[in-house]
Each structure stands twice: as C-alpha cells, then as structure tokens.
C-alpha cells in the first residue's frame, strides 16, 4: 500500500521561508515523479511543482525561482523549499506520486496522494 505523508507546514510571516516534507512508504520511491501540488480556500488544486526519476524539475509560474523541489531517494522523502513567501502562497499543499514519465504538470496523472499540509502566510 502506497503512503504519502507530508509535514513541515505552518504560519510564516510575508518574506519568509518553510520547508515541506513528503515521506512515502509502500513504492520503490526512485522510481517516479514526485509532484506538489495546493489548494487555497474557494479555489481549485493547482500545480506547484514536480521533479523526475531522473530529477527533470518544473515549476508553476507563480513559484519559479522562489521555491525550490529536491528529493533523497535514501530517505524515501521529497521536499519543498519555499522562500519569499507571499499570503497569496496560503493553501493546503499536497505531495503526490505518479507512475507515468517525467515532470508532469497534469494532476490527472499522479495516482497517489497525501492528506495535506497547512501553509498560512501572514502580511
């Protein structure tokens, strides 16, 4: 049974940083194309960012150049470096696994999902 887990969420102030953890269990972790992906209130899931097998990254717009995906395949975990926070960054963000190729931005080709963490960005 695949598991996702994610922590490392939280209040932060405008300008500042966190850093996401998604810990998977279940799947051979090298293997596949990790994603982030949030949801702020009222509005739909959108993408953040994704890294490969072989660590090809993409970014959404919105975060290119202030966040920042990594993965250690040793420790079955992603992360997301985030930094110059912005309150329009407030979500529930999500890791999810995909068994398809590449960095894909596409939500409907990542088949496994965690529960989600709060990210809240004061001004």
């Known amino acids: 049974q695949v598991q996702l887990v994610e922590s490392g969420g939280g209040l932060v102030q405008a300008g500042g940083s966190l850093r996401l953890s998604c810990a998977v269990s279940?799947?051979?972790?090298?293997?596949?194309?990790m994603a982030w992906f949030r949801q702020a209130l009222g509005k739909e899931r959108e993408f953040v960012a994704a890294?490969?097998?072989?660590?090809?990254?993409a970014y959404a717009d919105s975060v290119r150049g202030r966040f920042a995906i990594f993965r250690d395949n040793a420790q079955n975990t992603m992360f997301l470096h985030m930094g110059s926070l912005e309150p329009e960054d407030t979500a529930v963000y999500y890791c999810a696994l995909s068994t398809m190729g590449g960095a894909t931005e596409a939500e409907s080709q990542y088949a496994y999902w965690g529960q989600g963490t709060q990210v809240t960005v004061s001004s």
């Open positions: 890294i490969s097998e072989s660590d090809t990254r």
């Open positions: 279940g799947r051979t972790f090298s293997r596949y194309t």
